[in-house]
């Protein structure tokens, strides 16, 4: 079975930074795929970063020049590092990526973490 976990949500005041980390485990053949999502209540969950393995990263409007998504492929983790933060980035913060198994190397399922909660609040 394949589990992603990540860590380093927590409270951060306005402009400050925060970084999340998602380390995938288990019977992993290969990884295609690893993104951030969040999620507030009440709404939709909605993609904040992504990298492709072998493509550029790529972020939505709302966090372009502040989020930057990092893959550290030999660890199987995937970075968030969150910079000049702002009230509005308060959510549940979820990885996501698309992984093949020794069991089954060429059929790619979709995983997510439990979420961690960030809060941006002085």
């Known amino acids: 079975q394949v589990q992603l976990v990540e860590s380093g949500g927590g409270l951060v005041q306005p402009g400050g930074s925060l970084r999340l980390s998602c380390a995938a485990s288990?019977?992993?053949?290969?990884?295609?795929?690893m993104g951030w999502y969040r999620q507030t209540p009440g709404k939709e969950r909605e993609l904040v970063a992504q990298?492709?393995?072998?493509?550029?990263?790529d972020y939505a409007d709302f966090v372009k020049g502040r989020f930057t998504i990092a893959r550290d492929n030999g660890k199987k983790m995937v970075f968030l590092q969150m910079n000049k933060v702002k009230p509005e980035d308060t959510a549940v913060y979820y990885c996501?990526?698309?992984?093949?198994?020794?069991?089954?190397?060429?059929?790619?399922?979709?995983?997510w973490g439990q979420g961690t909660q960030v809060t941006v609040s002085s």
């Open positions: 996501n990526a698309k992984v093949s198994t020794y069991r089954s190397k060429w059929n790619y399922l979709d995983y």
């Open positions: 288990g019977s992993i053949f290969d990884i295609n795929y």
């Open positions: 990298i492709i393995s072998g493509g550029s990263p």
